[in-house]
């Protein structure tokens, strides 16, 4: 997870006994005056958009410069029946405009497919950077198609997003490129494999793709002489059967949510290239799924390096429990600090037999060096069922250095955990150093890195 932080400004390098009086800004003086307005506005630029609006804090001049330049250079156009503007309007308000940076179009009523390309040669003559192009209308986006081989006539686009869009198959020709094309996002667009590795291929600068919620998408590869990716989002693509970005090593951050893939091929870690960010998120129970079909598991060596790990449950019975002791059990872990386990909110009424003896002989797999560096674990929506308690004792006994086990319980009004275990047990004796917290909300808890799912709880 990448932090923007507004580091301080260098000095001019003289110690500060002997540093002039007069380079010192008056007290309630804006310091930032001096940079010329085309200076700022440069700078800001660069910035990614919650940057550029943390660092206009610095200053009322920035603030102003950067309000003034973003709503010169921004239109956002939701277009609706009887209302104004209409489609023809809109073309008719895009051909007055001189230059357009980003432009956002909503459309809620009926169009065509013609309306769309000249929306996007419109676009193209005001050098827009930013475009974003949504259909809401069901009727309209079963019509309209959305042809891609038009914006290599955007030359300076950078940023695309299409949402309830229907991509057509028209063919792109050799000169046909998106050179600039930095970020792809597609949301509940229909488009298939061979239409997007046609874009990609196109985009030699694209440095984030986010596909969500894609139809007729069954495959994401990209070749290893393809653009140097850094970002990759799949979520809830349905027909999605394999992903392979084996050959991409510049890849820093994927994040993957949806049904088991046996074919999903991430670039191998090392020293020079690893994961700051790894999401991948599954429907159902898969450890036993993925150790029939996976034969070559060990190359997975990244995970030395993992210093935190989040783990989503979507049922909570004795094969979960052994899909976690598996999990730790295959992959070792000796620089992980910070373990968070989202338990499901909704259970079943009827409860399984639980026999604590099988729980016990299957977390003796788990080695006891697994979890060494282990300091906190925080266990979400717990609610006190005898794998939960089981669960806890488990990682009191494994993680021999652990400081913080915090509970966040489902009820207000529950019984308090020393006195739902017998007088000696592990339990007793970590809720009187304070190791185990009791919670009963997660706002006072730590956060993990990935505040950000693709499924409800």
């Known amino acids: ?187 509940f667009v229909s488009i298939e494999s061979y239409m997007l590795r046609n874009v990609i291929t196109r985009c030699p600068n694209l440095r984030v793709l986010d596909l969500r919620s894609c139809f007729d998408l069954d495959a994401v590869a990209i070749s290893p002489g393809g653009p140097k990716l850094s970002s990759l989002t799949i979520a809830g693509c349905k027909h999605l059967n394999k992903v392979n970005v084996v050959g991409v090593t510049s890849l820093r951050s994927v994040f993957y949510s949806g049904r088991f893939l046996s074919s999903f091929y991430l670039p191998r870690t090392s020293r020079r290239s690893s994961f700051t960010d790894l999401y991948i998120c599954y429907d159902g129970p898969i450890i036993p799924m993925m150790f029939e079909r996976t034969t070559q598991l060990k190359w997975l060596g990244g995970f030395r390096r993992l210093k935190e790990l989040q783990l989503l449950m979507f049922d909570i019975k004795t094969i979960n429990v052994f899909d976690i002791y598996a999990f730790l059990q295959s992959f070792h872990f000796p620089n992980l600090t910070k373990l968070f386990l989202q338990l499901p909110r909704i259970r079943e009424d009827v409860q399984e037999a639980v026999r604590e003896d099988v729980l016990q002989s299957m977390s003796e797999g788990v080695p006891e060096y697994a979890l060494d560096n282990l300091k906190v674990v925080r266990m979400m929506n717990f609610n006190r069922t005898r794998i939960e308690m089981h669960l ?66």
């Open 392 to 457: 806890v004792r488990f990682f009191l006994r494994k993680a021999r250095n652990i400081n913080s086990l915090q509970l966040v319980s489902l009820f207000h009004n529950a019984i308090p955990l020393g006195l739902a275990v017998q007088q000696g047990d592990i339990i007793q004796g970590a809720l009187a150093s304070g190791v185990i917290q009791e919670s009963n909300s997660g706002a006072g808890t730590t956060q993990p890195c990935h505040s950000e799912v693709f499924i409800d709880f």
């Open 1 to 187: 997870m990448v932090v923007d932080r507004v580091e301080a400004l260098p000095d001019d390098g003289l110690p500060a006994a002997v540093a002039p009086v007069e380079a010192a800004a008056p007290v309630g003086e804006d310091p930032m005056v001096v940079i010329p307005d085309d200076a700022v506005l440069r700078i800001i630029s660069f910035l990614p958009l919650e940057s550029a609006i943390r660092t206009t804090v610095l200053s009322k001049e920035w603030l102003r410069l950067w309000k003034e330049d973003w709503g010169q250079k921004s239109r956002r156009y939701e277009i609706r029946a009887r209302c104004a503007p209409s489609v023809e309007g809109l073309l008719k308000i895009l051909e007055e405009e001189r230059r357009l940076e980003r432009l956002s179009v909503v459309v809620h009523t009926i169009m065509k497919s013609s309306h769309l390309r000249e929306i996007i040669e419109r676009s193209a003559d005001r050098r827009v950077e930013q475009l974003h192009v949504e259909l809401t209308n069901p009727n309209v986006v079963d019509k309209v198609r959305f042809h891609l081989p038009i914006l290599s006539r955007m030359i300076a686009l950078q940023h695309l997003s299409l949402r309830q869009i229907v991509v057509s198959k028209m063919r792109f020709t050799p000169q046909q490129r998106f050179n600039e094309l930095s970020e792809i996002c597609f949301h």
